[in-house]
């Protein structure tokens, strides 16, 4: 068929000869795709095709040229706070990269679901929340890379760092908090970790509070509501950003240039 349509999330835009543009977007079930958008600036249609836009696009198939051009594009989801936000603005383009960065994780269709749900989440959340939201984004996305780190248990004595239920106020923490070793790819407790000063060659780690850890394992493994619910000082959401951000560059395997442009935004 010459004539198609894709339901596509916009994710980046850029130029290329004079009037014209390579849109790349991202679809369910064939993960990132590019097209051409033909037009000079007063072309409705270069307006409408712009990041983080979401809807259905029509697109003709050029099978000689063996390239795809977009014909129209039906809108459903704008993100109009975005407009108002920087940090949302920077926040959601800090998502596109890693997910093109990693080509959607091999996972087209569970990418779709996740950016999709991040960045429309993005759209509703005050700045303050967007924050914790970032840090929940780039933490379940660490998972889908098959690289997240276990937050449930001691890498090295294999004793559980807290026991309970979520969401029903019987949550017990292990005494000592958690903290992460870069070297392992895994948390340690603080006996553990005082043992490690034995050998300190090559050691690095990133302490976090209790609670914190509770966060990511909640963000893991419960419905999104009992994280979101979920109060941590700001101070927490800090470090907890600062070792997302670590981590996920870390799981990239390379440079992550929205992380190092907007780093007094993000």
């Known amino acids: 068929m010459r004539n198609f349509q894709k339901e596509a999330l916009i994710l980046s835009v850029r130029n ?20 051409v958008l033909y037009g000079g600036p007063k072309s409705k249609l270069r307006s409408l095709v712009s990041p983080f836009n979401y809807g259905n696009l029509y697109l003709y198939n050029d099978e000689v040229k063996h390239s795809s051009k977009i014909t129209d594009f039906d809108v459903k989801k704008y993100h109009l706070t975005f407009r108002e936000s920087l940090f949302k603005t920077w926040a959601a383009t800090l998502a596109v ?6 080509k959607c994780a091999g996972s087209p ?40 780190p276990d937050t449930s248990i001691c890498q090295r004595c294999h004793k ?20 992460y070793s870069h070297s392992e790819n895994g948390f340690v407790c603080s006996d553990c970790y005082s043992s490690s000063f034995d050998n300190p060659e090559g050691l690095m780690f990133s302490e976090l509070s209790s609670r914190s850890v509770v966060y990511l394992q909640a963000t893991s493994v419960c419905e999104p509501s009992v994280s979101r619910n979920m109060k941590l000082s700001k101070e927490e959401i800090e470090n907890l950003k600062g ?8 799981s990239v395997g390379t440079k992550i240039k929205t992380l ?7």
Not at 126 to 148: A, C, K, N, P, T
């Open 97 to 102: 990269e890693v997910v093109i960065s990693t």
């Open 16 to 35: 290329t000869g004079e009037n014209n543009r390579i849109v790349s977007y991202l679809t369910k079930d064939e993960g990132i795709l590019t097209s």
């Open 109 to 148: 269709e569970e990418c779709f679901v996740m950016l999709n749900g991040f960045i429309d989440g993005l759209d509703l959340l005050d700045e303050e929340h967007g924050h914790s939201g970032l840090i929940r984004f780039l933490w379940r996305y660490i998972g889908l890379l098959g690289v997240q």
């Open 260 to 266: 190092h442009s907007g780093i007094g935004i993000l």
């Open 243 to 250: 070792f997302v951000y670590s981590l996920i560059e870390s």
């Open 160 to 179: 559980p760092f807290f026991s309970g239920t979520f969401g029903q106020n019987t949550l017990q923490y292990r005494t000592g908090g958690a903290n």
